[in-house]
């Protein structure tokens, strides 16, 4: 009752903050425009295309690193875990339309879909599936936490470098960005609040949480808003408008 009611609380002030904010604020930049953005959301450019495959890579390494720890499923995967369980379905197809259900929330964000929505489903995929077919799975609780720890950082990493490239964003970060946007909040804030409620609200449907699982839910977030920060700070990219606090 307790998971359900925290649960309930977060997502009515979330929402409350959108629709108090929603109509009366400009957006703020979020993202940080670098040297290596996209002139536009389809176009192929050499520096930003090798730049954005080379962040998903990254990513799925990272998130390839912390299923092999074994710690404990990333919040969403938790969701995917009981929305599979009480619907009998798949956990593929589980996670699949939850990413429908996530991308419905862009309309009122007003996010557009890019050729980085695209990659991000099939780089981040393809790296995650070598990465766990070609390392070995640690067996020593130390190798675990290692593999848990270097993912996590790679993971943020890879979520930070990827969106400056500005050819859009997956369903997930998509949803997170359109929202520090509305909201004029940090990513920080904003990425914790929704792996925190999405946990909660996984784990309510029967999804399994391990300690992995809460330590990714209160520290991504925040890893993807100091890699911000530093590639913001960066001599060669200032751009006027950048709040990334």
Known sequence: MTLKCLGFIGFTIMMSALNINGNNMKKARVIPHTSWAAKS???????????????????????????????????????????ALQAKVSIGWSSFWISCLVMLAWIPLKLRLGLGTILNIIVIAFFLGLTTKIVPEPTALFSRILFGGIG???????????????????????????????????????????????????????????????VFAAAIGWIVQLCLNSIARLPHLPHEGDNLH
């Open 41 to 83: 959301l389809w176009s192929v450019e050499g520096k930003t295309m090798s730049m954005l495959l080379f962040a998903l890579a990254i990513l799925g390494i990272g998130d390839g690193l912390i299923v092999l720890a074994n710690l404990g499923s990333s919040p969403w995967t938790v969701l995917s875990q009981g929305v």
């Open 152 to 214: 996590l950082l790679l993971y943020g990493l890879g979520t930070a470098l990827y969106l400056t490239c500005h050819q859009g964003a997956g369903p997930r970060d998509g949803l997170m960005v359109g929202l520090c946007q509305r909201l004029h909040l940090k990513v920080g804030i904003v990425r914790t609040s929704l792996e925190v409620s999405v946990c909660v609200l996984g784990y309510i449907l029967g999804g399994t949480v391990g300690i992995g699982t809460v």
